[in-house]
């Protein structure tokens, strides 16, 4: 499987960091809101002296200000200090008004050198419209654009050990990946885990048990569990799941994708074992960071064949298209009895 090349304009905002000389202006979005918040306190450490940030701090909210209160903003001369930081968060610039627009790309052209301003895309997704050229190249030309995507393996299990250590705590490489697994791989919601873990964990090395004990686990990682149950026939453990999954108020339409996505896995699952393909070729089907989770698929295919893995999504299908196509269907009652059949024929 490829490994994804590091985000060009990531590596750019450390290198300004480490070298303190920070650029005029910058544009972070990607799902790691953890390492954009880290960043954003870096920039503000580096270029807002302490006590001064009423001066020289400003964050303002897209949803509501203007464009001549960011112009404003921008043009305020620092106080007691080299250079001010203003914080731009969720403008869609590719939705402002014609006016709004010109009057952006004029102030990027002719940015004070004393400010450096950062965009940021927080609730709204960042997609770029190419339709406006002289936008999308007074950003090319003066915004350095930052990507926080989800960090690699090898990094979040290094990012996990430390936070680990820093609690006096060991975690080895298995157990971290099982974390990953377990509560998903964005640090801004590992970080309460792991403290929770932390607290939990009597002895000095961390166990996936100690994790099982206490974390909070995604729902994909609830499903896989559920799925695993089917696969062994054990229907009593994968309804107790789906009951608990219930409780917590998730909707059957949104857990019967979810589980069809799960099954369609271990049958791509099953095909690899059959056609003698590996897990890296699972990976590549699923576009999968770590082989941690190709492993589990391989583990719970084995006792399953390709007939039932084929027959599991074909009824997964046929109950999603009866509950777009019946009224009063019971949806609850309909999931149980569909994990009751899928155990029963494994």
């Not at 090349?5 to 290198?15: A, C, E, R, S």
């Not at 480490?18 to 953890?34: C, N, P, R, V, W």
């Not at 309460?192 to 206490?214: F, S």
């Not at 056609?275 to 999968?288: A, I, N, V």
Request: include cysteine; glycine fraction near 6%.
């Amino acid at each position: 499987m490829p490994k994804e090349t590091p985000d060009k304009g990531y590596q750019k905002l450390k290198t300004d960091l480490a070298s303190g000389e920070i650029g005029q202006a910058y544009l972070f979005y990607g799902e790691e809101s953890y390492l954009r918040e880290y960043y954003l306190g870096e920039l503000k450490k580096a270029l807002v002296p302490s006590g001064f940030e009423e001066f020289n701090y400003h964050r303002l909210d897209g949803k509501t200000a203007s464009m001549a209160e960011l112009i404003e903003a921008v043009e305020a001369m620092p106080m007691m200090a080299e250079r001010t930081m203003v914080v731009l968060t969720d403008c869609d610039l590719f939705k402002l008004g014609e006016d709004a627009r010109g009057l952006l790309i004029s102030l990027l052209e002719d940015f004070p050198e004393y400010c450096c301003l950062v965009i940021v895309y927080d609730l709204l997704e960042y997609k770029p419209n190419k339709t406006y050229k002289k936008l999308c190249a007074a950003l090319d030309k003066n915004v350095l654009t930052v990507n926080f995507r989800i960090a690699e393996k090898k990094d979040l299990i290094n990012w996990i050990r430390r936070r680990f250590r820093a609690l006096d705590k060991d975690i080895d490489a298995q157990a971290s990946e099982h974390l990953i697994f377990t509560c998903g791989a964005l640090m801004t919601g590992l970080v309460p885990e792991i403290a929770k873990i932390g607290a939990y964990a009597r002895g000095k090395t961390v166990t996936v048990e100690d994790i099982n004990a206490v974390a909070d686990p995604v729902l994909d990682a609830v499903v896989f569990n559920m799925s695993n149950a089917i696969t062994r026939g054990d229907y009593n453990s994968a309804c107790e799941i789906l009951g608990q999954l219930l409780k917590k108020q998730e909707e059957p339409f949104v857990l019967l994708s979810i589980i069809g996505k799960e099954l369609r896995k271990i049958h791509t699952a099953r095909v690899a074992l059959d056609e003698g393909r590996d897990k890296l070729w699972l990976m590549e089907q699923w576009g999968m960071r770590s082989d941690y989770p190709a492993r589990l698929l391989l583990d719970a295919a084995r006792r399953t064949t390709r007939a039932w893995c084929e027959n599991s999504v074909k009824l997964c299908q046929k109950l999603d298209r009866r509950y777009k196509s019946e009224k009063g269907i019971d949806y609850e009652g309909e999931l149980k009895l569909l994990l009751m059949e899928l155990a029963q024929k494994s």
